[in-house]
């Protein structure tokens, strides 16, 4: 997705390459997202991403990867596991990162791994 924007709502997507998300806007709701060779959702560069009650879980990296700058993701409610890197990995500063009430387990390597000076908000879930 690439400046564009796409509204998900009960689906699944089961991807062979990464899902990507640059200068656009992906709301999903009630879905359930994967990849077979890279991220759940990569976001890069000014990208939005907005999920409710969604699962991403069993790919090949994090299920949620941020490789660029001034991206918003918000999470609500999302069960994110059994991914082979990070459940959520955040390598760049983004504008900003709300997580609430979601359920981060089983990954391989952190459940939540944020670079150096990268903020999050974190209310609830487990």
Do not use: M, P
């Not at 062979?16 to 806007?25: A, D, I, K, P």
């Not at 999920?51 to 994090?62: K, N, Q, T, V």
């Amino acid at each position: 997705l690439a400046g564009g924007v796409l509204r998900l709502k009960n689906i699944d997507i089961i991807s062979t390459e990464e899902n990507t998300v640059q200068e656009g806007l992906l709301v999903g709701n009630g879905c359930h997202l994967t990849s077979r060779h890279g991220c759940g959702v990569l976001c890069l560069q000014k990208a939005k991403v907005q999920l409710a009650d969604c699962e991403i879980s069993g790919c090949l990296r994090s299920g949620i990867g941020v490789n660029g700058k001034n991206t918003e993701i918000d999470l609500q409610r999302c069960l994110i596991a059994r991914n082979n890197f990070s459940g959520i990995g955040v390598n760049h500063h983004a504008r900003s990162i709300l997580l609430k009430d979601n359920r981060v387990t089983a990954n391989s390597y952190h459940g939540v791994w944020l670079n150096v000076g990268v903020v999050a908000h974190w209310l609830g879930g487990e």
